[in-house]
Nanobody, 124 residues
Framework: QVQLVEVGGGLVQAGGSLRLSCAAS????????MGWFRQAPGKEREFVAA????????NYGDSVKGRFTISRDNAAKMVYLQMNSLKPEDTAVYYC?????????????????WGRGTQVTVAS
């Protein structure tokens, strides 16, 4: 059984930071591209960041580029999202997801497994 579990969400003031973690089990984590997506109420799911399986290449959505950093630890089967300089528009449920491809893709339909999500709320 494949499971992805996100932790680290919460309430933070604008300009603050949060670090999200995603723990994977039940898959060969090392060979999966890992991504983060977010979704606010009434809006489409939005690509945030992704990292290829060896960790040498990353991609970010335009709205978070320069503020967020994705990383991974294959030995620990963990992926992280460091979020700095948070803005109220970053408020959303953040989801960890895995992609069987070794290439980075930015469309949610490309990702086969998803966590339940963790709420991030940024107050102005």
């Amino acid at each position: 059984q494949v499971q992805l579990v996100e932790v680290g969400g919460g309430l933070v003031q604008a300009g603050g930071s949060l670090r999200l973690s995603c723990a994977a089990s039940g898959l060969t984590f090392s060979r999966y591209t890992m991504g983060w997506f977010r979704q606010a109420p009434g809006k489409e799911r939005e690509f945030v960041a992704a990292i290829e399986w060896r960790g040498g290449s990353t991609n970010y959505g335009d709205s978070v580029k320069g503020r967020f950093t994705i990383s991974r630890d294959n030995a620990a089967k963990m992926v992280y999202l460091q979020m700095n300089s948070l803005k109220p528009e970053d408020t959303a449920v953040y989801y960890c997801a895995s992609d069987r491809s070794t290439s980075i893709r930015t469309t949610s339909a490309a990702y086969n497994y998803w966590g339940r999500g963790t709420q991030v709320t940024v107050a102005s």
